[in-house]
């Protein structure tokens, strides 16, 4: 390792004067053994797929979600990085915000399913198709009051929070219903 000393360290011309030790113990200028070529280069290349990579990564704070986060700094990025991007290159979003998309992929496609399930075991539940659709139709002003619950204790709404609390809910309040109405109790 070669170093000079400070008041030498002003111009990186000076290199070539700077003295190194030399086995026998003498010191030598650094020119007459190299000759030093100066020029720019990253330090290190990542590559990703066979393409070049910067990777920008960061904590959030709590309380926030990750696609939250990145919500908002996309148009930054649009009005800062991606103006000065040159054809070819690409912002792709990783970690926790890829990982819910695929997890969002999966659930689209068993949603199909999901929806028949979900009207199907309420109308078996209740054996009548009206009253499953009433079921369904109030569950759907379920989700509304639901969100509103879930906004104002700042929780996440989640697919857990959704099926817990409609679906029971759903066919509970029907039963109740028609057992009242089996006592006569008015309506």
């Known amino acids: 390792m ?21 086995s026998t113990g003498r010191s030598i200028p650094l020119g ?30 709590e309380g926030l979600q990750a696609a939250t986060v990145t ?26 915000v ?6 969002q992929g999966s659930i689209a496609a068993g949603l199909p399913i999901a929806l028949f399930s979900m ?7 209740l054996r009548s198709f009206a009253r499953s659709i009433l079921a369904f139709v109030t569950g759907l002003w379920g989700i509304a009051g639901i969100a509103a619950a879930l906004l104002i204790f700042n929780r996440p709404f989640g697919f857990v929070a ?10 509970i309040l029907i039963d109740q219903i028609e057992q009242d109405r089996a006592k006569g109790v008015p309506t």
């Open 71 to 96: 919500a908002q700094l996309d148009p930054l990025f649009k009005a800062v990085v991606r103006a000065k991007m040159l054809p070819g290159d690409r912002i792709e979003v990783a970690g926790a």
């Open 32 to 61: 007459q053994i190299a000759r030093g070529n100066f020029v720019w280069e990253s330090g290190v290349l990542w590559r990703e797929g066979r393409d070049y990579a910067a990777t920008v990564q960061g904590d959030i704070i």
């Open 119 to 125: 009207f199907t075991l309420p109308m078996l539940q």
């Open 98 to 103: 890829e990982e819910s998309s695929k997890g």
């Open 162 to 171: 959704l099926l817990g609390m409609i679906i029971g809910n759903w066919v």
């Open 2 to 22: 070669l170093r000079q000393p400070l008041e030498e360290r002003n111009q990186i011309t000076d290199l070539a004067n700077a003295y190194g030790p030399t």
